[in-house]
């Protein structure tokens, strides 16, 4: 295992405020125009209009939880502690992006289908990545050790993410209540400038996201990993 | 039935609503964490 500590980078603080600058500029314009300027839809009426939030949180949730997978591939195979602070960091923001996912399909199910949830493949394989990813931050928050905790939630988090293809293909493998997926195919032109502007705002509010945490992360690791204070100034003296 | 929905604003704002509440309550509880570690940081 790597001994060097993951250093804190203000820099990448920065980078993180400006995404987050660019992302609410970016979410204030496509929410304005998919509330206010694209028109209503043919049979949904105005209840589409959570379309513009609902696909980008969802595409977002997914690149998010992809990233884990790759930061826990990268963990394993390199022994860098960066790349354990990146895995909670994007588990965590995967795990909000779902969650909130969830919420506004269901609020979106109650006038389409007629109730708040069905246990369709769709929403059934979301719940279940869901409750997969929830055990992943809470096998971080129980384990102590800190190698243990980021080698068991890297096995893990390769292990859920199993979970991701599923809930993505599910609408094409499976009969579902749930439509097939958006694309700028399958929507109206008029209809995709604030898909698309939505869809970059957030995807720059989860990387603005993940960087703070994944910096908070660092510092707790450095804390963790830091030799004892007795056994840091015997090997000052050593040194010496 | 003309199976066309009518109305149903209230859901939409109600989507919208919880998912900016949501986010904005995230990022600002990750900002008082980051000022706070860089505060503690600069004490060191």
Redo the contacts between chains.
């Keep these: 295992m790597d001994t060097h500590l993951p250093a ?1 980078s ?1 820099k990448a ?1 920065k980078r993180a405020w400006l995404a ?1 600058a660019g992302a609410l500029g970016l979410l204030a314009i496509g ?1 304005t125009n998919g ?1 206010f300027v694209a028109p209503p839809e ?6 589409y ?2 379309l513009y ?2 696909v980008p ?1 969802a595409w977002n949730a997914m690149l998010a939880l992809t990233f884990a997978f790759f930061s826990a591939l990268a963990f394993l195979w390199k022994n860098d502690w960066a790349w354990d602070a990146r895995l909670e960091a994007f588990v965590e923001t995967g795990v ?1 992006l779902s ?2 996912l969830c ?2 399909g269901s ?2 199910a ?3 289908w007629g109730v708040w949830w069905d246990w369709d493949p769709r929403l059934t394989t979301t719940a279940v990545m869901l409750v997969a990813f929830v055990g992943i931050l809470a096998l971080r928050h129980f384990v102590d050790d800190p190698r243990r905790r980021a080698v068991w939630s890297a096995v893990a988090t390769i292990v859920a993410y199993a979970s991701v293809p599923i809930v993505y293909f599910s609408v094409q493998w499976w009969n579902s209540l749930h439509q097939l997926q958006s694309s700028p195919k399958t929507v109206d032109a008029v209809m995709v400038t604030p898909l698309r502007i939505n869809a970059f705002g957030m995807l720059l ?1 989860l990387l603005a ?1 993940s960087s ?2 994944s ?2 992360a660092r ?1 707790r690791l450095a804390r963790e990993l830091a030799p004892p204070p007795a056994a840091a100034s015997l090997a000052l003296g050593g040194e010496g | 039935m003309s199976g066309v929905i009518s109305g149903g604003w209230e859901f939409v704002w109600a989507a919208y609503a919880i998912s900016f509440t949501v986010l904005a309550a995230y990022g600002i509880r990750l900002a008082i964490a980051v000022r706070r570690a860089e505060k503690e940081g600069d004490e060191r």
Excluded: A
Excluded at chain 1, 42 to 47: A, I, L, Q, R, T
């Design positions: 804190y203000p603080v987050l929410t509330l043919h049979y949904m009426g105005d209840v209009r959570i939030i609902h949180t909000l969650l909130l919420v506004q609020i979106w109650k006038p389409t509010l996201f703070l945490r910096q908070l510092r």
